[in-house]
C-alpha cells in the first residue's frame, strides 16, 4: 500500500508523511477512516517506524489527500485486535497476501473444530501468539509450515454447517481477544501434538517446553499403532540394501533418537516423515519379510496435547489451565492494540 515515509517535526510535534502509489485500489479505502487507520498503524509497527506523533500525512503525487489523527483511532469503542490486527501470508507461489487475524484464526480453527470449546480456545492463544511472533520476526507468516497450514475461508465454505460453526469460532476468538503465551517476555511457539506415551517431551533448544505427566493420552484411541513395512520397501525408501541380516540398532542422545542400519544412521524423524509413521517413539520387532513399526502416541509429544487437553476440559478445565498445565514456565499477556 505505501511505497515509502519520513518523519518530519513542524516546530512542535512529529509529522509521518505515507506515501501511496497511484497503481494501489486505495480510493474506497480513504473513505473508511477505520480501515486506513488500521493498515496505517500496522505499517507503523511492521516497518519499525521511530514515531511517536498522532499526525499522519497520506501523500499521492506530491499532494496531501487525507490527514489521520491516530490519538483518536486509538480511542474507538469496540475495539477487537482479532479485527483490526493484519498480517502478511506467503502463500505458495510467493506471493504475499493481508488478511486480519480473524480471518487467519478462523481459517486454522476450522481444522479443529469438533474439540471442546476451552481446548479450542487454548488453540486460539497458541496461533495468536504465533502470528504475533512471525510478524514480529519476519514481517510475514508462511501459509504452510511445521504448526498449521493456511487456507482462504473458501475453502471450507462447502461444510454444511459452515455458518453455525463459524459464528462459534468468532465467539472463540472474541473471548479470548489479543491474549498470548510468553516465556521470559518473548512469544513462543505453538507446539501442539495429539497424544503422548503419558508424559510431554523436553527440547533443549525450547527451554519452555516441560515434561508433564498426561496419563490421559495413555486410554487415547491413537496411543498405539502398528505398521508392517517390507525389507524392499526400505531398500527402496533409504536407498540401502536391507534383509532379515541386517543389524539394525537404536541411539538416544538427549532429545535425539538416531537408527543404524548397519553403517548407515538415521534421525528418527527422517524415517516418521519418510514411512509416514504417527509418532517418533518407534519401537522396531524384526520378521522374516519385513519389519514391525510400533509407534507410541500421535505427534512429537511436544507443548499441549489435545487428547490431554480435552479430558482437561471435559473436567472444568478452563483455557488457562490447559495452556498453564502443558506450559507451566510462561505466562499468559494481552495485546490491547497493534502498537503495543
Known amino acids: ?138 514481517n510475514y507468516l508462511n501459509s504452510n509450515n511445521e504448526f498449521a497450514s493456511y487456507k482462504p475461508l473458501k475453502y471450507y465454505k462447502k461444510l454444511s454447517n459452515y455458518n453455525t460453526i463459524i459464528e462459534q469460532l468468532n465467539n472463540i476468538i472474541d473471548s479470548v481477544n489479543g491474549i498470548y503465551i510468553a516465556y521470559k517476555d518473548d512469544y513462543i511457539l505453538p507446539f501442539i501434538h495429539y497424544s503422548n506415551n503419558g508424559k510431554t517431551k523436553t527440547n533443549s533448544k525450547y527451554p519452555y517446553l516441560s515434561a508433564v505427566k498426561s496419563l490421559w493420552d495413555l486410554s487415547s484411541p491413537k496411543y498405539l499403532e502398528i505398521t508392517n513395512i517390507s525389507y524392499q520397501e526400505l531398500s527402496d525408501k533409504l536407498k540401502i540394501n536391507i534383509n532379515n541380516n541386517t543389524n539394525i540398532e537404536m541411539y538416544k542422545k538427549d532429545s535425539t533418537i538416531t537408527i543404524k542400519f548397519n553403517d548407515k544412521i538415521y534421525n528418527i524423524e527422517e524415517i516418521k516423515e519418510l514411512f509416514n509413521l504417527k509418532s517418533s517413539e518407534i519401537y522396531i520387532l524384526t520378521y522374516p519379510n519385513y519389519l514391525k513399526f510400533i509407534t507410541i502416541g500421535y505427534g512429537h509429544s511436544y507443548g499441549l496435547s489435545i487428547y490431554g487437553a480435552t479430558e482437561i476440559a471435559k473436567n472444568g478445565g478452563k483455557y488457562y489451565d490447559i495452556l498453564k498445565y502443558y506450559f507451566p514456565k510462561t505466562n499468559l499477556y494481552q495485546k490491547r492494540n497493534e502498537l503495543s
Open 1 to 138: 500500500m505505501y511505497y515509502n515515509y519520513e518523519v518530519r517535526n513542524n516546530g512542535f510535534e512529529d509529522i509521518l508523511y505515507l506515501y501511496l502509489t497511484m497503481k494501489y485500489e486505495f480510493s474506497k479505502e480513504l473513505t473508511n477512516s477505520k480501515d486506513i487507520g488500521r493498515r496505517t498503524k500496522n505499517f507503523i509497527q511492521n516497518n519499525n517506524i521511530p514515531f511517536k506523533g498522532n499526525k499522519v500525512y497520506l501523500i499521492v503525487d506530491g499532494i496531501i489527500v487525507k490527514v489521520l489523527d491516530l490519538s483518536l483511532e486509538n480511542n474507538t469503542t469496540n475495539y477487537k485486535l482479532s479485527n483490526e490486527y493484519t498480517i502478511n501470508i506467503l502463500l505458495e507461489d510467493n506471493s504475499l497476501c493481508e488478511i486480519s487475524l480473524r480471518e487467519y484464526l478462523l481459517s486454522i480453527l476450522l481444522s479443529y473444530q469438533d474439540n471442546e470449546i476451552e481446548v479450542l480456545k487454548a488453540l486460539c492463544i497458541l496461533f495468536t501468539t504465533y502470528a504475533f511472533k512471525m510478524m514480529k520476526d519476519n
